[in-house]
């Protein structure tokens, strides 16, 4: 069954630090997703991105996120200066979107931890 | 805006109880969809059930059930005869018009033997 990858599984940096994080969205989903989830929270939206551009985001995705499909598989989170308050679990989700009736999958994640 | 509210922050029951797990939504959207998500210890999350705003018959799928309510707002999970591999922690989540989901805080779901 087809799945959602995500690369590294966990991550140490140290603050001030760039940081990307790689997903492999589901080869024929063309709606991409990142969320995180800061340990012991719920799972927050970031932004979603279709055709090549971001379609949403949420406040939490400010200057310092950017997020880019440089080729035909991989879908790319980067943290440009992390932050302590950037530790987290980063999930990437893709979806098959059908006039409404959209699931998202998950990847299963990257554990981001800035000291 | 949406939101989701899952009042129960913790359950435990033995195994082979059922157990319900409770979700109540907001929304401004008179279409949207209904999702519950499972997140065990491993931390991924793992798709369960979607249920779309016009289509409130309830179903069952194997031991999962679920209660769609649009008088009250709610979207409750049973899962009969619980198991051990049941233990996780559950989140309901919606989407509307902003095709985003909105999750809820959680329900840590923990079956003993």
């Known amino acids: 069954e087809p799945e959602v990858t995500q690369t590294p599984s966990h991550q140490v940096t140290q603050m001030g630090q760039e940081v990307i994080l790689r997903c492999v969205p589901i080869?024929?989903?063309?709606?991409f997703y990142w969320y995180r989830q800061i340990l012991g929270q719920k799972v927050e939206f970031l932004v979603s991105f279709y055709n090549n551009e971001i379609s949403e985001k949420s406040e939490i995705f400010d200057d310092q996120f950017s997020v880019e499909r440089p080729d035909g598989s991989n879908f790319t989170l980067k943290i440009r200066s992390t932050k302590l308050e950037d530790s987290a679990m980063y999930f990437c989700a893709s979806s098959e979107y059908n006039g409404g009736q959209e699931t998202q999958y998950f990847g299963p994640g990257t554990r981001l931890l800035v000291l | 805006a949406q939101k989701v509210t899952q009042a129960q922050t913790e359950i435990s029951v033995v195994e082979k109880e059922d157990v319900t797990l409770d979700c109540v939504y907001e929304t401004r959207d008179t279409t949207y969809y209904l999702f519950w998500y499972k997140q065990p210890p491993s931390g991924e999350l793992v798709f369960l059930i979607r249920?779309?705003?016009?289509?409130?018959q309830n179903e069952i799928s194997g031991r999962y059930s679920w209660n769609f309510q649009k008088s009250t707002s709610s979207f409750n999970f049973t899962i009969t005869a619980s198991q051990v591999v049941d233990s996780a922690v559950y989140f309901c989540?919606?989407?509307?018009?902003?095709?985003?989901?909105?999750f809820g805080s959680g329900t840590q779901l923990t079956v003993l033997p």
């Open positions: 080869s024929n989903h063309l709606y």
């Open positions: 249920r779309n705003s016009f289509d409130e």
């Open positions: 989540a919606t989407s509307g018009s902003a095709r985003q989901l909105t």
